[in-house]
């Protein structure tokens, strides 16, 4: 029977054995993200050590995070583009994209302020166009950019939009005045808080808000906090422009090429609201709302003019309004 100083002998030689494996891993880490070999049996002194493991670590993560960012370059339904700011970083930074490192002692590079991602500015227009928000960094909901807003939680519309939706259909759609009548303004600065602080947990039941027209109000505000309106600056102009035509066939087919135009995000949210409001409009004998009073509603909240100055901007709103009376008729058709 082997005796106690024996087994402690093993015990003692197994353990050198696997520290030595671990010095080997962390010499191969080093080859990995440096291309160097420590040579001889000694590594080198702690002080060196310690820097030389945190650069290699940090190193690998940032050749990971490109390696990721080629992968994700491939087309997605919902392109996002990064909302890089200038920024300081506090002690060393790599380029999450380059790998290099990051010089200087402030303004070293740029950092999304949506998903995190850190970059040298020059890198920054190389990065490509699939940021996917953090939750940590999207702290609101109302006000925040569309895309981000639906990326960050991982669904195809803002969940305002589809939760109001579904309650002004469960229990609205036959009252009168819906969406042309306001709801109370402190109970509907209360929803929108309650979507900032709570997400989709909100309640808007009627056992908390028993006035259909808070709810309608509360989509309605949302829709006009965006910071890019639902029908895009970018696609505005070219909207306006086939409103004014006169030919109903030709315009049919102007609005479905200006629809492409939209982001797909907010291709979709549009696609979802025209439904609503076209179902709204089959209810119009209880509610009295048809297509050309919805368009009066929703034409200067879903259709912002681009600073544009205030003669043209009062000279839209009719085109403004015929826009959304057309895909709201033609929604089955358009979308």
């Known amino acids: 029977m082997p005796s106690r100083e024996s087994y402690e002998i093993r015990k003692g030689e197994k353990s ?28 080198p002194p702690a002080t060196i050590w310690q820097p030389l493991k945190l650069f290699a670590y940090s190193q690998l993560t940032s050749l990971v995070r490109k390696a990721t960012l080629k992968d994700n370059s491939l087309p997605h339904k919902y392109e996002k583009v990064h909302n890089f700011k200038v920024h300081t970083f506090r002690g060393p930074h790599w380029c999450e994209y380059c790998a290099n490192f990051m010089w200087g002692l402030k303004a070293q590079g740029v950092k999304c302020a949506d998903c995190g991602l850190n970059v040298h500015k020059q890198c920054s227009t190389m990065v490509p166009r699939n940021c996917v928000p953090d939750l940590k960094h999207v702290k609101k909901v109302y006000s925040c950019e569309l895309t981000t807003l639906v990326k960050a939680h991982n669904t195809k519309r803002p969940m305002v939009v589809d939760m109001c939706i579904q309650e002004i259909e469960s229990r609205g759609l036959k009252s009168e005045g819906l969406y042309r009548i306001s709801g109370f303004s402190d109970s509907v600065e209360d929803v929108k808080s309650a979507f900032d602080r709570d997400g989709e947990k909100t309640d808007i ?30 696609a505005y102009p070219r909207f306006i422009e086939v409103a004014k035509l006169e030919d109903p066939e030709k315009q049919q087919e102007a609005f479905r090429e200006a629809l492409e135009l939209l982001p797909a995000a907010h291709s979709e949210t549009l696609r979802y609201l ?39 901007a009062l000279n839209d709103i009719r085109y403004q309004r015929q826009v959304v009376e057309f895909l709201i008729k033609n929604e089955d058709i358009l979308f």
């Open 274 to 312: 025209m439904a609503h409001l076209k179902r709204v409009t089959l209810n119009e004998k209880d509610n009295l709302m048809n297509a050309e009073n919805l368009g009066i509603v929703f034409g200067p909240t879903l259709l912002r003019a681009p600073n544009l100055d205030v003669m043209t």
């Open 16 to 43: 050198l054995v696997h520290k030595a494996k671990q010095e080997a891993n962390q010499q191969d880490i080093l080859v990995a993200a440096l291309g160097m070999r420590i040579s001889g049996p000694q590594k």
């Open 205 to 234: 039941s009627a056992n908390a808000y028993e006035d259909i027209n808070i709810i309608t109000g509360a989509l309605k505000l949302y829709l006009r906090d965006l910071p890019i309106p639902v029908i895009s600056y970018d």
